[in-house]
């Protein structure tokens, strides 16, 4: 396999360091297998073939562009847990693809969970297409999903160090960006004969005016935050602690690396039958199952990608009329009655369809591609739709 003559090339590794900066692998469920699945991080690549999933059609089609990299939506291996069983040809049909892609020297990435939590990029599109205004992201599991940096800084560098852990993703407390709080005191230490300190001298104890900055940050963020913090940071051994803190995130605010989806509201309520060719077009759907009853109006509505059962509870809890999701299932649909609270009529549950509502994952990671100068192919894969007649 031959990258493309003339074009400009990147190491496999620098790819996957740029999107791991967009979507962090320390932010995927633990359940998940993401980041570089196949291939050699040495390999270099003129583009991505970026789709959902691994076919035959995203295969043929970075072969005929001479891309050595495929990336997805749905890890090709997977599920983790069950580790890597069978790469043989023939040896089943992501088994056989697999092989292939190894074989024509392709290497092949997954950006999952951690895409569905970081990727910001599909609620501007969403939110935008259907003219709402996102107000807050959607929890599984809230608790656990937060902790806290506590960093010790001389005064001179206290304002680069909190914008940079701030812009690393750090300090959102519901709708409030770049939270943080700074103490001052004094720092005291001493530097072996072959330290080379920021202030004071090798072998001496030294006693400096510092700022004690604290801040929060979703989990699996740390290493981007705190690459980012070391980036800003004069000492060359620097004090800090990170550890877990209990609360769940506000139910407000769009907060990258923590939660799924989104619930926004529409200027006021929109009839369902506008609401319902907004999102057909939107998400290029041919139909969609709905639970009965279908809502009269809508003001808010939620949205989760892929299979949105486990946010049923959340929607409902932020008062949406309508949950749009790639597939809830039955049992998990008709959970919303449990969840009616004070209302007449309960909320409704949409399914879309599990491909059309990630149709926006090539889209956004084709972009992320081309911003670090490589060419992107987002393919529509026409053989991963399931069609409502
Ligand atoms: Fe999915």
New binding site residues.
């Given amino acids: 396999m031959r990258n493309v003559k003339g074009s400009k090339t990147k190491l496999i590794s620098e790819v996957i360091s740029e999107l791991e900066r967009r979507a962090p692998s320390g932010t995927a469920e633990n359940w998940d297998n993401v980041g570089l699945l196949v291939g050699d991080p040495g390999w270099k690549t003129s583009g991505a073939v970026v789709t959902?999933d691994l076919t035959e059609e995203s295969l043929e089609e970075a072969k005929r562009r001479g891309f050595r990299l495929i990336i997805n939506?749905?890890p090709c291996i997977f599920p983790k847990s069950k580790g890597l069983s069978r790469v043989v040809a023939g040896g089943g049909s992501k088994s056989s693809l697999v092989f292939e892609a190894i074989r024509s020297g392709i290497a092949v990435a997954a950006y999952h969970t951690n895409f569905d939590r970081c990727a910001l990029e599909v609620i501007e599109k969403i939110s935008s297409g259907l003219k709402i205004t996102p107000r807050g992201r959607l929890f599984d599991h809230a608790r656990g999903t937060l902790c806290k940096l506590v960093v010790f800084v001389p005064e001179s560098h206290a304002d680069a160090v909190r914008a940079a852990v701030t812009g690393a993703g750090a300090g959102h407390i519901g709708d409030y960006d770049s939270c943080s709080f700074e103490t001052e005191g004094t720092g005291h230490f001493r530097g072996s004969p072959r330290s080379s300190p920021f202030l004071g001298k090798p072998g001496q104890a030294e006693s400096v005016p510092e700022v004690r900055i604290e801040t929060v940050l979703p989990r699996g963020l740390e290493s981007s935050v705190v690459r980012a913090m070391r980036e800003a940071h004069p000492y060359e051994e620097i004090a800090y602690d990170i550890y877990p803190v209990d609360q769940a995130p506000a139910a407000i605010g769009l907060a990258r690396g923590v939660g799924y989806g989104f619930w926004g509201d529409f200027d006021r309520p929109k009839p369902f039958s506008e609401v319902v060719k907004g999102v057909k077009k939107l998400f290029e759907a041919s139909g969609f199952l709905l639970t009965d009853p279908p809502p009269k109006t809508v003001r808010r509505l939620a949205f989760a990608?892929?299979?949105g059962a486990s946010f049923v509870e959340s929607a409902a809890a932020s008062g949406c009329d309508l949950l749009i999701t790639?597939e809830a299932g039955y049992h998990d649909a008709l959970s919303v009655s449990k969840y009616r609270q004070a209302r007449a009529v309960p909320m409704a549950v949409m399914e879309v369809g599990?491909r059309e509502s990630?149709r926006f994952f090539s889209v956004v990671v084709g972009d992320w591609i081309k911003e670090a100068g490589l060419k992107a192919v987002p393919l529509e894969t026409r053989t991963q739709r399931i069609y409502r007649f």
């Fill in positions: 959902v939506h749905h990608a892929g299979k790639g599990h990630e």
